[in-house]
């Protein structure tokens, strides 16, 4: 069998910024969307949450 999934509130958590910076009109904004795209791309690449822990069996940031 295999992995079982477990959710990243990481990720969420990225994901709602770059919402959050989509809709607010910043000076620096491109730049927060830029590094926040970055940061997901990066961790779907690595296939693994982007929180540091090591519990097994919950989320990775509970």
Request: with cysteine; aromatic share 10%.
């Amino acid at each position: 069998m295999g992995k079982k999934w477990t959710p990243c509130f990481c990720t969420a958590i990225l994901g709602v910024l770059v919402v959050l910076f989509t809709w607010w009109t910043v000076s620096w904004g491109q730049i927060a969307l830029t590094v926040l795209g970055a940061l997901i791309v990066i961790r779907g690449l690595v296939g693994e949450c982007c929180c540091s822990g090591d519990k097994k069996g919950s989320s990775c940031c509970s």
